[in-house]
């Protein structure tokens, strides 16, 4: 459970949060890094289900969203572009040459992320609420910060890659 203050305290016999956003960093770095080696140990963690690889959509050119901006209307946010396609595309024939040809995607409710997340073309994509911006909208950063922290916490491995995208 997610205390009201959202401070997280480790569950008896799981993994703490601490622990989680460390393997998130490290699988960032390691991706980064392009060395084979690290490609190993990520695509491992990967496939065995116990690692999460956190995203950012593909190419949307610009900054943030236009005045008349509404969530559920794609036509009035920032879009990915015809580059942004291919590369989530690539992103997701990467997975599939590596061996990872299945996921639990989970996205951001912006258009630009969930289009990401489907052109990976790994399973069903998710919205997750955590993943939201709070931006725009500050009072949401508790809310946010507190359900991706319950996710992460109560996240069973499960055998299957977990990917996140978000911005």
């Given at each position: 459970a997610v205390p009201a203050n959202g401070l997280m305290r480790p569950q008896p016999g799981g993994p703490s949060i601490s622990s989680w956003l460390t393997s998130l960093i490290v699988l960032g770095?390691?991706?980064?890094?392009?060395r084979g080696q690290a490609d190993g140990v990520v695509l491992e963690a990967?496939?065995?289900g116990d690692?999460?690889?956190t995203l950012r959509h593909a190419?949307?050119?610009g900054t943030g969203d236009p005045d008349n901006f509404k969530l559920p209307d794609?036509?009035?946010?920032?879009?990915?572009?015809?580059?942004?396609l291919r590369q989530a595309q690539a992103i997701g024939a990467w997975f599939r040459a590596n061996g990872i040809v299945r996921a639990g995607i989970y996205s951001r409710r912006w258009c630009r992320c969930l289009e990401t997340a489907r052109l990976l073309d790994l399973g069903r994509v998710r919205p997750l609420g955590g993943l939201n911006s709070f931006f725009d909208l500050p009072e949401d950063r508790t809310v946010n910060l507190a359900a991706l922290r319950k996710f992460l916490?109560?996240?069973?491995?499960?055998?299957?890659?977990t990917i996140l995208v978000t911005h």
């Open positions: 770095l390691l991706m980064a890094s392009g990967l496939r065995s690692a999460v690889l190419l949307a050119p794609c036509s009035t946010q920032r879009n990915l572009d015809s580059v942004g916490l109560e996240r069973k491995p499960s055998g299957e890659a």
